[in-house]
């Protein structure tokens, strides 16, 4: 396995001036956060999802949710004001983020898109995201996250029904 990529997203915290750490794992297609989570020996609620979303005008955002945890796209379209949010198709989020599924970080999109964050999040010492790249991923403390990025604070977590 080569080095750690340099990424936008990692040059978008470097020029904060924000300490991270960066975790490389084996990424698998549809391993998701329960595999990143494992390779890194966390706890799932502390891998944060980034998720590229749409609402009915095809309007982008992204939305940061807990590894355990699915968004409720009725609630966060209620909170945002939206008809409807829905996850958009993978090459329209590779589109607007400028990254590839898989591989999506908050920081450093191609362009700005509107960042809304589960509200837990922010009562974790560290969470770990994507650092721009599948198998890559950087831990920090969320509020130096909140300080890099304007995010609203939104409570749709809904529990994952998973197996």
Do not use: W
């Given at each position: 396995?080569?080095?750690?990529?340099?990424?936008?997203?990692?040059?978008?915290?470097?020029?904060?001036?924000?300490?991270?750490?960066?975790?490389?794992?084996?990424?698998?297609?549809?391993?998701?956060?329960?595999?990143?989570a494992?390779?890194?020996?966390?706890?799932?609620?502390?891998?944060?999802?980034?998720?590229?979303?749409e609402?009915?005008?095809?309007?982008?955002?992204?939305?940061?949710?807990?590894?355990?945890?699915?968004?409720?796209?009725?609630?966060l379209?209620?909170?945002?004001?939206?008809?409807?949010?829905?996850?958009?198709?993978?090459?329209?989020?590779?589109?607007?983020?400028?990254?590839?599924?898989?591989?999506?970080?908050?920081?450093?999109?191609?362009?700005?898109?509107?960042?809304?964050?589960?509200?837990?999040?922010f009562?974790?010492?560290?969470?770990?995201?994507?650092?721009?790249?599948?198998?890559?991923?950087?831990?920090?403390?969320?509020?130096?996250?909140?300080?890099?990025?304007?995010?609203?604070?939104?409570?749709?977590?809904?529990?994952?029904?998973?197996?």
């Amino acid at each position: 396995m080569g080095g750690i990529p340099g990424t936008n997203a990692t040059r978008a915290l470097k020029q904060a001036g924000i300490a991270f750490s960066e975790h490389i794992y084996r990424y698998e297609e549809r391993g998701g956060t329960a595999l990143s989570a494992r390779e890194l020996g966390v706890d799932e609620h502390a891998v944060i999802k980034t998720l590229v979303m749409e609402d009915e005008r095809a309007a982008p955002l992204i939305i940061l949710m807990h590894g355990d945890r699915e968004v409720s796209t009725k609630e966060l379209a209620r909170q945002l004001g939206a008809k409807s949010i829905q996850p958009c198709k993978p090459e329209v989020a590779n589109r607007h983020s400028g990254y590839l599924v898989g591989g999506t970080s908050p920081l450093g999109t191609k362009k700005p898109l509107p960042i809304h964050a589960e509200a837990t999040i922010f009562d974790l010492p560290r969470i770990y995201l994507n650092g721009g790249s599948r198998g890559f991923l950087v831990g920090l403390d969320p509020k130096d996250l909140e300080r890099v990025l304007k995010i609203n604070r939104v409570s749709v977590a809904i529990s994952s029904h998973r197996v």
